[in-house]
């Protein structure tokens, strides 16, 4: 290639970096118009849906919550949706809602079994108060969650064009074969994926056999480990929380499933050369196949879990709907990243040798922020909470699956797409990485 051509793709590629941080500037100070907000009421003879248009909110004339041919109302919470009906901007548990409530109009209110009890004659009316008004004129400004998934959008796309941009220049140069390119690197990647395949099975499955060999218990561990740790949580939180999260106990399961495979996957990178040291030494292997062989171990350990999971989701009658289907999308991105982030640790781990030790102290500080024994968005105060559900993935995925798991829900769906092209382009970085450095691993350990 021409030295004419090389300058070209060195100023577009630069080209690119100055749009997308100039996108990423003006999307975090331009003015948008404030949002319509979306309210669900959620009692429990069902779920009613309010749309308030900005102007109605600015002028703070939405003070009303009318129930038609209602005597009773037993309400459990109030939701409140922005521009994505997925992504949930606030909600007050049935414990909130009274301190927004002025008076109830020829009615009385009370608390009883984890319900705002409303009563009346036919009609009940919710007179709310000037902190409900604040609050919603606050939600309508404030347009948090819509930039951060903006500004995660331009970065991940500016990052693709890049990614292109060198996949170009790979094709047109000349002796292209080992010059790990984008192109060469995809290529290799799905030759070693198919040939080791078999590999990776069978070790996933050797090293699954080896964990439980010589314990009386066998495979019970694999339920028994995540089972246990539930009920500590549920013990020692349970108390705080269990009254205000509904069907706790599964809550707090699901969540410790899902932290437990990202948790071990990506710990386990960081120190994946040094503990393999004779299989890197003696033998050439991708190093991504140990990687990947370890993550299968870990997934079937997963699955076998899940049978406990299962008879909770029986035992405590929780309703299994149609957005059940966008639990495999979270666990699918969950994964990906995990993978992601995993190659690029499993790289800085061979020369950082207390990388282990740092990467143990952010995994533990994650996992507290990750909301497995509290519901984020209504435990941490505003704006901290959507903030935590777009810039913490851990968070995102697990309210997210169990979001549709547990609530059949849709939630947190942008946030999810952002982070699947996150996930993507971590996947490539690591993969390049380890590739164009895995011939000197050997000579450091």
Same mark, same amino acid.
């Given at each position: 290639m021409s030295k004419n051509l090389k300058g070209v793709f060195r100023v577009v590629k630069m080209l690119i970096i100055v749009l997308g941080i100039a996108g990423i500037i003006w999307t975090g100070?331009?003015?948008?118009?404030?949002?319509?907000?979306? #309210?669900?009421?959620?009692?429990?003879?069902?779920?009613?849906?309010?749309f308030i248009s900005n102007d109605v909110i600015a002028k703070g004339q939405f003070t009303t919550i009318l129930f038609e041919d209602a005597d009773?109302?037993? %309400?459990?919470?109030?939701?409140?949706?922005?521009? *994505?009906? !997925?992504?949930?901007?606030?909600? %007050?548990?049935?414990?909130?809602?009274?301190?927004?409530?002025?008076?109830?109009?020829?009615?009385?209110?009370?608390?009883?079994?984890g319900q705002l009890v409303l009563t009346g004659n036919g009609r009940i009316c919710m007179e709310m108060n000037a902190s409900f008004v604040k609050m919603?004129?606050? @939600?309508?400004?404030s347009f948090l969650q819509e930039r951060l998934v903006i500004m995660g959008l331009i970065a991940s796309l500016a990052a693709i064009m890049i990614i292109v941009c060198n996949a170009i220049q790979e094709k047109l140069t000349e002796n292209n074969w080992n010059n790990h390119g984008p192109i060469y690197d995809i290529?290799?990647?799905?030759?070693?994926?198919?040939?080791? *395949?078999?590999?990776m099975v069978f070790s996933a499955k050797a090293d699954l056999r080896a964990e439980v060999a010589d314990s009386y218990l066998n495979r019970l561990w694999w339920l028994l480990e995540p089972f246990f740790n539930m009920l500590i949580y549920v013990i020692v939180f349970g108390q705080v929380m269990g009254n205000s999260i509904e069907n706790y106990a599964t809550f707090v399961f699901s969540g410790l499933l899902m *932290?437990?495979?990202?948790?071990?996957?990506?710990?386990?990178?960081?120190? +994946?050369v040094r503990s393999n040291r004779d299989i890197v030494t003696k033998v050439y292997i991708p190093k991504?196949?140990? +990687?990947?062989?370890?993550?299968?171990?870990?997934? #079937?350990? %997963?699955?076998? !879990?899940?049978?406990? +999971?299962l008879v909770m989701l029986a035992v405590f009658k929780v309703h299994i709907g149609i957005n059940v289907i966008w639990f495999f999308p979270a666990y699918l991105v969950m994964m990906l990243l995990a993978f992601g982030v995993g190659m690029i640790f +499993?790289? =800085?781990?061979?020369?950082?040798?207390?990388?282990?030790?740092?990467?143990?102290i952010l995994l533990n500080m994650l996992?507290? @922020?990750?909301?497995?024994?509290?519901?984020?968005?209504?435990?941490?105060?505003?704006? %901290?909470?959507?903030?935590? =559900?777009?810039?913490?993935?851990?968070?995102?995925?697990?309210?997210?699956?169990?979001?549709?798991?547990?609530?059949n829900t849709v939630a947190n769906l942008p946030v999810l797409g952002v982070w699947f092209l996150i996930a993507i382009i971590l996947c490539y970085i690591g993969i390049h990485i380890v590739y164009k450095n895995e011939n000197s691993y050997v000579k450091v350990v």
């Open positions: 100070l331009h003015q948008f118009n404030n949002r319509n907000i979306m #309210m669900e009421i959620e009692t429990e003879q069902g779920k009613q849906a309010i009773e109302v037993r %309400l459990k919470k109030i939701k409140f949706f922005g521009q *994505w009906k !997925s992504v949930l901007l606030k909600e %007050l548990s049935y414990s909130n809602v009274a301190a927004y409530v002025e008076t109830i109009q020829q009615g009385k209110m009370h608390t009883e079994s919603m004129q606050e @939600l309508s400004a290529k290799r990647f799905c030759r070693d994926l198919v040939k080791y *395949w078999q590999y *932290w437990n495979f990202f948790n071990k996957t990506v710990g386990y990178s960081v120190k +994946l991504f196949v140990i +990687l990947i062989s370890n993550m299968m171990l870990n997934f #079937m350990k %997963l699955a076998f !879990s899940m049978i406990v +999971l +499993l790289h =800085l781990g061979v020369y950082v040798d207390d990388l282990s030790y740092a990467v143990g996992m507290f @922020l990750s909301g497995i024994f509290y519901n984020v968005m209504t435990t941490l105060q505003d704006p %901290l909470n959507g903030m935590m =559900l777009c810039l913490n993935p851990a968070a995102m995925f697990i309210d997210t699956m169990r979001q549709a798991l547990v609530y």
